[in-house]
Structures are given as C-alpha cells and as structure tokens.
C-alpha cells in the first residue's frame, strides 16, 4: 500500500512508458533484422527506472539488457527478468560467485583481471560468461588497440595477442567482443570510422587466429543513428530509448524520439512583496519591483543543479517563469509576478510539456554547460517516478 506521501509527492517524474516503447520500435525499424538490441538500462535507465525501462524495452523488440554494475544486474534477476544482461562495467573477480548465481555476462578487459575471473571461475567448477572488450580510441577500459597516431597498421599486434592469450583462459566463455565509440555524436565520423575499421581489422584476424565470436557489437545510440555500418551483430543504445538525441549533431531525422521524461512540482508558497525583497542563501536576488514569489519543494538534493540558481526559468500555467536566488537544498523560488492567478498547489512543470510551451532537458544541459544525460540521470532516488502507461502498445 502507498504511503501519503507517496500519493502525494511534492516532487516526482512523470515516466511515459509509450513514449520508451515508441523508441524501441525505431530502435528495431532502423537495424538490421537479424542485428540483436541490448536495452542499456544503466543508472536506474538513465534516471527513469530500470526495472519499468527493461520491461517496456522487452516489450518492444529488446532481446537483452547491459547493466553498468553488477548490482544493477542482481537487482534485475530479482525482479524476474531472465533475458541475457551483460555488465558492462568493471567488477572484481572476487564477485565472481555473484556473477555465476545470477548468471551475469561480465565485460573482460585486461589481462590480469581475466586471469583472476578465470582462477575463481574454476575454483567454483564453473564457467563464467563474458564479453571481451577492445579499446579502439575511447580511452577507457579494454585491451589498448588504437594504433600509434600514423602508424602504419590497423590496430596494435600487442591487442591480438593479449586477445589470443585471454581467450584461451579456463573458466571463460567469450559469447561476444566490442568496442565505445568515443566521437559517433559528432558531426565528424572520421574517428568514429577510424575506431570501427581498428575494431573489424581485429576481429578479422582474431579469426584468422581460430578465436571467433558469436557476437561482437559496436553501436551505441549515436551509432544506431548515424553509422549503419556499426550495427554488426548487436546495437547497444541507452540515452535513445528514453527520448533524448545523443548529441545535437545526430542525424534527428532519421529516427523520431519521444521524450518518456517529465519533472513536476507544486507550488508551496506565494508571496506577494514589494520592491528591494531579497531572495534565498546569500540574498543574491532582491526584487525590483512589486512580484510574487512562488517557493517550490525542490532543490539539489532532488537533483535541482545549484548552478540553475537564477538561471533556469520552469513552466507555471504555461507560462515561463525564472529561478531567482540560489536554489537550495530542498526548496527553489520563481518569480510569477507576472503570471495571474498562481496560488499554492499549482502545478509546476520543471523539465516537459506545460500548455504551448515546453522545457526540454537539452534546455538545462546547456544552461550547466553539460548534456541532455546528466539532466534525466543525475535525478535523485528521493524523487518517485511515477508510470503514465504500464503496458505500452506493443
């Protein structure tokens, strides 16, 4: 049973699970047939809910799940999915019993580390899952394969031989091998298409070698969009399939995304004040003239940024109205001086659709000086997501 609170948020997101099956559906409609979509639902999906995100993806073409963190993946199994979920990011060999009890597949990217999965895969008597991964120019993990800036070959032989020598560790069983793109949101693809080529160019002569896999993939939203010819055995979109482009320079015509995410609150408090009245930490705001202040129950521990502090504006009776002061902890005020009729429990509309007008998350990224990812997933777990469509059209 619901508590009041929860009946009541003062603050919640607005999770549209049509819109997340929409996106999905245009995932599948621009892949190949035969090309496998993981779901990535990391980061509790990007803010808008693992568990609700995996079910509708399933729902709507996904055949499997990439989790950040093998935590993520263990909280999945408890909750009845059974599909393959990779995890994408690190996790210590001694985690190894976890893996094979939820039976996770467990990203691989280094030698010494697949040394430890393999000794403690077969001190249980098992074989753990796993995806191989190569480092083509993002720079973080997996086995270095970027040539040398103007080296004469593909990848660096060094690559190919850690590959051999991981692969043929006891214990393991390589389902699949890829790759990030560090650059496929830019307008540019040459790096983009240079990191493909160095990834294909490795994989064709790991096969040469006799070490073959059933899958190796490449393609995250950005590839999905714009590098049809990523898309290799499986796609591996996240940030796509809750509404938001990658970059502003994607190809936005070639699929149409529907934004699953809006943030709303209620006004708390109206005051009506005159000139010289000063506003929140620091006093930072005073008004100009006569205005009223509306104060709202958000802030940044709800995943507010500070640095929207008299910056940002939110929708009030479709209508929009500035942040004035420092956004605080728990509570932010707007000026609605010149919006009639606002009063306690208004509906406030922080990041969506109010009336004519709307406030996408591409807004406050900008405003922070970051992206559209930020925005959906640095929401915190305080904030209750609440589901618009339960069981989407399939």
């Keep these: 049973m619901s508590s009041p ?43 808008h809910g693992a568990l609700e995100a995996a079910r509708t993806a399933l729902e709507n ?19 009845g999915f059974q599909v393959p979920i990779l995890v994408l990011g690190p996790t210590d060999p001694a985690d190894t019993p976890s893996l094979l009890d939820y039976d996770l597949s467990q990203t691989i990217f280094d030698p010494e580390q ?31 394969a970027a040539p040398d ?38 307008a540019d693809k040459t790096h983009a298409r240079g990191q493909l080529d160095c990834f294909l160019a490795l ?39 809750y509404g938001l482009y990658p970059s502003k320079e994607v190809d936005q015509q070639a699929v149409s995304l529907k934004p699953a995410m809006s943030l709303k609150t209620r006004v708390a408090q109206i005051k009506k004040v005159g000139p010289g009245f000063v506003v929140s930490y ?7 003239q006569a205005t009223s ?7 940044y521990a709800d995943g507010y940024r500070r640095n929207l502090s008299s910056r940002a504006e939110m929708l009030v009776h479709g209508v929009r109205a500035p942040v004035v002061g420092r956004v605080c902890m728990d509570q932010t005020m707007l000026d609605v001086g010149h919006i009639p009729g606002v009063k306690a429990g208004d509906e406030v509309v922080i990041l969506g659709k109010q009336g004519e007008e709307s406030m996408p998350a591409e807004a406050l990224a900008d405003l922070l000086g970051s992206i559209n990812y930020e925005v959906v997933a640095g929401l915190m777990k305080r904030v209750p997501r609440v589901y618009t469509q339960l069981h989407p059209e399939g």
Aim: net charge positive; hydrophobic share 45%.
């Design 114 to 144: 697949a040394r430890g999965f393999s000794r403690q895969a077969l001190a249980l008597g098992k074989t753990l899952q796993a995806h191989l991964k190569i480092d083509t120019g993002m720079g973080r993990l997996g086995l270095v």
């Design 61 to 79: 073409g996904a055949d499997r799940l990439g989790v950040a963190r093998m935590a993520e993946g263990i909280a999945l199994r408890q909750s």
């Design 5 to 47: 609170l929860e009946q009541n948020p003062l603050i919640w997101a607005e999770i549209d699970l049509q819109a997340i099956g929409h996106n999905c559906r245009e995932v599948k409609r621009v892949i190949p047939s035969n090309t496998l979509f993981m779901a990535v639902v990391k980061a509790n999906a990007c803010g």
């Design 149 to 186: 800036s103007e080296a004469p070959v593909p990848f660096k032989p060094e690559a190919l031989n850690q590959a051999l020598d991981i692969a043929r560790l006891p214990g393991l069983d390589f389902e699949g091998c890829y790759t990030h793109f560090a650059r496929a949101d830019s």
């Design 282 to 288: 620091g006093s930072t705001f005073a008004a100009r």
């Design 203 to 241: 994989i064709r002569d790991l096969k040469k070698q006799g070490l073959e896999f059933k899958l190796s993939h490449a393609a995250n939203s950005a590839g999905v969009i714009d590098l049809p010819e990523s898309h290799l055995d499986m796609v591996r979109p996240g940030i796509m399939l």
């Design 293 to 299: 202040i509306a104060t709202l129950p958000v802030g």
